[in-house]
């Protein structure tokens, strides 16, 4: 695999993230506990929507072959995306969505941080575009768990709950493979990223109250498409219009 094709494939697991978590925060929309949050999820997850769209064009720029970023988004298999597990995973209850929008935006963050200041300057470029975003989604996110974690004995049970449930995901952040192995001076370790990571995540915990789990039997495989069942419902949903009437225009 050369650079080329790796940063291709790279851009791929970029985009992926954002579209699989966007789309999964979008199923809030009208289902919010109060219309402000229904509100902030739905603007949360076009901004998810927005960093797929550059993600993906710059993917289709590397590709080569006249795809669009429609392309890419709606004409691709399960196997054939490599967003993380934990951001296919359905959305619960509240608690749960937050929850996974914590470990996820604390994970993007670091991340997007670090590929500000890549030696590729396309994906540093949009790496710095994403981060105002991101800092806003872990503030949000992190505000709402220490609210819910200091709050009552139902919302600090239920928060208790959501990160001992989506804690097996969270190895699958960091996971290593040939792409990272060639892009490495392009891009950081991701292993690297892990201990600030851990820090940040352990700082919200600890002020609310939540623990995090011990002995938890990890899983991992996102990266190179290898899937929970979760991720083949919501691509039926989500790509029906594309499949239904091919390249279908408004």
Known sequence: MDTKEALYNY????????????QRLAEWCSNGPILEEDLAMTNLSLDHFGQAEFM??????????????????FKRNEREYFNALITEQP???FAFTMMKHLL??????????????????RLAELSVRALKEIKYHFRHSSEWIVRLGKGTQESAMRTQYALNELWMFTADLFEINK????????IVDSNELF???????????????IKIPEKVHM???????????????????????????PNAKW
Request: charged share 25%.
């Open 11 to 22: 851009c791929l697991r970029l985009g992926d993230n954002n579209l699989v978590l966007g």
């Open 56 to 73: 993906y064009e710059y993917a289709a720029e590397l590709e080569g072959k006249g795809r669009t970023c429609d392309d890419i988004a």
């Open 219 to 245: 899983l991992k495989g996102g990266y190179n498409g290898k899937h929970t069942e979760h991720l083949g419902h919501l691509l039926c949903e989500m790509q029906y219009l594309q499949r239904a009437y």
């Open 179 to 186: 792409i990272d192995e060639t892009l490495i001076g392009i």
């Open 195 to 209: 201990p600030a990571w851990k820090k940040t995540i352990e700082t919200v915990l600890n002020t609310a109250n």
């Open 91 to 93: 959305n619960g209850d």
């Open 104 to 121: 996820f935006s604390a994970f993007a963050q670091h991340l997007y941080e670090s590929l500000s200041l890549s030696n590729d300057k």
